[in-house]
């Protein structure tokens, strides 16, 4: 399973127009070099543009040139037209059009009121920018899709061992951004993670919800939240198999499983794994990721009006790449 190449020529064949506000960062610009040469989706880089120029001949880049470049502090034609919008977005909380004008030169606020205005499809940040940074415009200017009580995480970990999941392809949320998630929070993570796992790895779900206990080994406040959960889950959607409370083991071994859990269509068999707290997500993926050598790509942000990933600070050319190509199957979905 190719799974990264698929996501990549379903964006080559649909493309969309990608922000990328951190548009000085080295590894930001290489990799904006490479997907204006593959034409994976047409690319807005923010900054200085002199600077811009600049850094990709030292970097020996040939196709910075034909993406579009804004410099957020020059006086470009719609300026005044996003400052005009993130008035009227703001109003209510008292913004005044100086602090408006202000905002619009921030590259991040900019990237958010382009996706709003319709002139981009999405947004990739966080090279260098905090989850914070990156999350607090989008949340005030894009905001969640309709219904959606909260934002999630979810990252696609690609396994050595191809036992697990789909051929070692599995789903871990939340991972980046929800401290300790309400069950209802946990319903919709769970869910949400579902639609994503269906929308860019192409396969059924089978989501486990994780937790120290395994159908009752264990009382404890925190595992009745993810029972509860797993309940809410289904009622929410009841074509998806979905089952918990499930130790990882449980979730993942089919031995084990049918020891602790038998009849479960997703106990040992699982390709999404949704943690019960945003500790234990963070910190499984990155134990998974370097002691398993497994690969992690994400966050992909999950119920956002438009897609806006954040990037971990240690992510590579070849992350922002396909979080790029991610980003541009996310809009095509809430496209279609």
């Not at 913004?95 to 408006?100: D, F, S």
């Not at 579902?194 to 796992?197: D, E, F, L, R």
């Given at each position: 399973m190719d799974l990264i190449q698929d996501i990549i020529n379903r964006a080559k064949?649909?493309?969309?127009?990608?922000?990328?506000p951190e548009g000085t960062e080295e590894r930001t610009l290489k990799a904006a070099d490479r997907l204006v040469a593959d034409g994976v989706a047409d690319i807005i880089l923010m900054g200085d543009k002199t600077a811009i120029s600049s850094l990709s001949k030292s970097y020996g880049l040939s196709n910075i040139n034909r993406a579009t470049i804004i410099d957020p502090s020059d006086a470009y034609d719609k300026k005044q037209d996003y400052i005009n919008l993130l008035l009227e977005l703001r109003r209510a909380k008292g913004?005044?059009?100086?602090?408006?004008a202000k905002l619009v030169e921030d590259p991040l606020y900019l990237a958010c009121l382009m996706?709003?205005?319709?002139?981009?499809?999405g947004e990739i940040a966080g090279a260098y920018n905090t989850t914070g940074n990156v999350l607090r415009p989008a949340l005030q200017i894009i905001k969640t899709r309709k219904g959606s009580p909260c934002v999630s995480g979810a990252f696609l970990m690609f396994l050595k061992d191809k036992s697990y999941g789909d051929d070692g392809v599995m789903v871990f949320a939340d991972c980046a951004v929800m401290?300790?998630?309400t069950a209802a929070e946990l319903a919709y993570i769970a869910v949400s993670t579902?639609?994503?796992?269906r929308t860019l790895v192409g396969v059924e779900p089978?989501?486990?919800?994780?937790?120290?206990?395994?159908?009752?080994?264990?009382?404890?406040?925190?595992?009745?939240?993810?029972v509860e959960a797993t309940q809410l889950a289904r009622e929410m959607a009841p074509e998806l198999q979905i089952d918990g409370e499930l130790q990882a083991d449980a979730a993942i071994v089919a031995k084990v499983a049918a020891h602790k859990a038998p009849g479960s269509t997703v106990a040992g068999h699982a390709n999404v794994l949704v943690f019960p707290t945003l500790e234990t997500g963070n910190i499984c993926y990155k134990l998974v990721q370097r002691l398993a050598g497994a690969e992690a790509v994400g966050p992909i942000l999950q119920d956002m009006a438009a897609p806006v990933n954040d990037?971990?600070?240690?992510?590579?050319?070849d992350d922002i790449y396909k979080m790029v190509a991610i980003a541009a199957n996310q809009s095509i979905g809430l496209k279609g």
């Open positions: 064949a649909n493309r969309q127009r990608i922000v990328l913004i005044t059009e100086e602090q408006a996706i709003k205005a319709g002139d981009a499809d401290p300790n998630p579902a639609h994503t796992t089978r989501v486990a919800m994780l937790s120290f206990s395994t159908k009752g080994s264990a009382q404890h406040d925190m595992v009745d939240k993810v990037l971990s600070r240690s992510c590579s050319v």
